[in-house]
């Protein structure tokens, strides 16, 4: 048994250290959602419809700006963005 466990040790050793810090990252979002979700629970409701309403829209306009959205939301995007000004389209006046 000591043997299984000084090669599971190495095989641990042998990981790298950007495996781990994902995983400590990964974690550690997962816990700060679980926070800010217990806050936000007990939060005004007009008030937090107001900050999401907020966060979609700048992050909306900024997707239809740069073009950098993510590719699950590329339709709905490229459906609005003619009525928005782009940073790839060249001016009129």
Known sequence: M?????????????VPVELWLRIVMIISVFALSIVLIRSISQMNKVLLTMTIF??????GFSWV????EPKMFTPFVNKIAPFFPSKNTTSRW
């Open 2 to 14: 000591l043997f299984l466990a000084l090669t599971t040790m190495e095989k641990l050793q042998r």
């Open 54 to 59: 907020v966060v979609i829209t700048v992050f």
């Open 65 to 68: 700006y740069e073009r950098n």
